[in-house]
RNA sequence: CGAGUAAGCCAGACAGUCGCGUGCGUCAUAUGCCGAAAGGCGACGUAUGAGGAAAGUCCGAGCUCCAUAGGGCAAGGAUAACGGGUAACGCCCGCCGAAGGCGACUUCAGGAAAAGUGCAACAGAGAGAUACCGCCGAACAUAUCUGUUCGGUAAGGGUGGAAAGGCGAGGUAAGAGCUCACCGGUCGGUAGGAGACUAUGCGACCCUGUAAACUCUAUCCGGAGCAACACCGCAUAGGAGAAUGGAGACCGAUGCAAAUCGGUCGAAAAGGUCGGCCCGGCUGUUCUCGGGAAGGUGGCUGGAGCCUUGUGGCAACGCAAGGCGUAGAUAGAUGGCUGUCAAAUACAGAACUCGGCUUACAGACUUGCUCGCAUC
RNA sequence: GGAGAUGUAUCGAAGAGGUCAUAACGAGCUCGACUCGAAAUCGAGUUGUCCGGAGACGGGCACGUGGGUUCGAAUCCCACCAUCUCCG
């Protein structure tokens, strides 16, 4: 991922999870905040309430995928976490990407492609 | 052909495409960027990239540190037929015994109860100790039935998981391994075996169960763990040393005294800090050493390794020759899409490394053996 | 990744091989007393699940789950499961 890098501290995450715009679907929650680093952060939770070690790398590599494929449609400047939730372990790769598409419609960070 | 049993093996593959970690090579740059510092940072090509259990963390080791980890004793813990294998093991192989199965075969914490101690609730007269009923004898009482007292007795009754090894005969007042025959058990002898053990009318017998009760016997064990540990590097507190400051106290000198000088002790008060306040706790400053949070680098993968052939051994396994050596992350690399194979679906993700054990598991294949049925 | 600890009624928590765990004790819940009413207090009861029964009640299984030792396990031993804590 081109522009993008990892959040790995633990108050980044508390801290969108207290103070960061949420969007909910049956399968993921995003959290985001905009920031002044200049570049998109992004980190991905799996509880160990999705499944064993196995499931859970799974669930993280299509979240990730789904993330890579559509980096450029996203605007930067960016915190975001993404959260699994339970049911994500019994969806496949194209559910994962449409319901991210969709919420991150409504928290309005696609950029707009017609104007 | 069916049913069973034991063992082995595989754990989707291939192609295209986008993407990720690591090694190597080439190119690039840089007295550049990030960072306090240590240290880290690019592109392209190429190679390579999770398991049979990677899991549970139940045993055994390597490795590192702690305090010498070498020996002895004690405590505590572990193991337990016998012989072998192994670096070691509580693992594996063989074998013995016991239990189960028609059988192939499977299962077993399987030392010692004759060193000693404890326990065996309830029930029952009695749980290695016994006389409740009953049976028998004697004495006494009574007209008789019978009763009382003393003694003998474990055959019968009932209780219990278990009642003195079992059963029959003799024997006796009634009974009793009291005696005898037969059948077990333990110990000793003899024979066989490397041994556990097996056989045995040769002898003896203190013949309930329990040691996953204490214990005894034999063997073994120091503790903690890669979040160990080493190096780089940085803040606070506590620690050591040096310098300096200090209300005051004590000692000495000079002096009538005040005071001055020198030495020793020294944070009580005040002040500061923690705290909303009281109470209460802590205690000067600077420097050096040392310590070492967050961070970085190493530890980090070649090891009691795997495969093939030969050879010794019933086997586990040993020996020799040849070949193969290919994850090493650090918020943690294997994913997405398309196509083909009948189908792609089990359990499941390395985290210092090995040897085992245990548990989870879709499906495919191979081999040995047993039983039943049919045919030749 | 590593090291430990704990599982017993609805909850907390005793029980350490023996009469069905009187599932002690405390909280909770239900009923009653007190009160105009409530709280507090006092008294009594219920405690899980399955089967049988009209009911009163009776019987089986239950101490996280499954095995083992024992005449007999909540208790002793082994394996597994779940929950919690600690280590930078």
């Not at 207290?18 to 509880?47: D, H």
């Not at 996203?74 to 194209?94: E, G, H, M, P, T």
């Not at 559910?95 to 991210?100: H, K, N, V, Y």
Request: proline share 1%; aromatic share 6%.
């Amino acid at each position: 991922m081109q522009h993008t890098i990892a959040i790995k501290e633990n108050h980044v995450f508390r801290r969108l999870y207290r103070q960061g715009k949420n969007a909910v679907s049956p399968l993921l929650a995003v959290y985001c905040k905009k920031n002044r680093l200049g570049c998109t952060r992004l980190g991905i939770t799996v509880s160990t309430k999705v499944g064993k070690a196995v499931t859970r790398n799974l669930v993280r590599r299509r979240i990730k995928e789904a993330y890579r494929i559509h980096e450029g449609e996203f605007l930067s400047s960016y915190d975001v976490v993404i959260v699994s939730r339970v049911r994500c372990a019994k969806a496949d790769f194209w559910e994962i990407e449409a319901s991210l598409l969709q919420l991150m419609q409504q928290l309005k960070l696609l950029e707009n492609k017609d104007t």
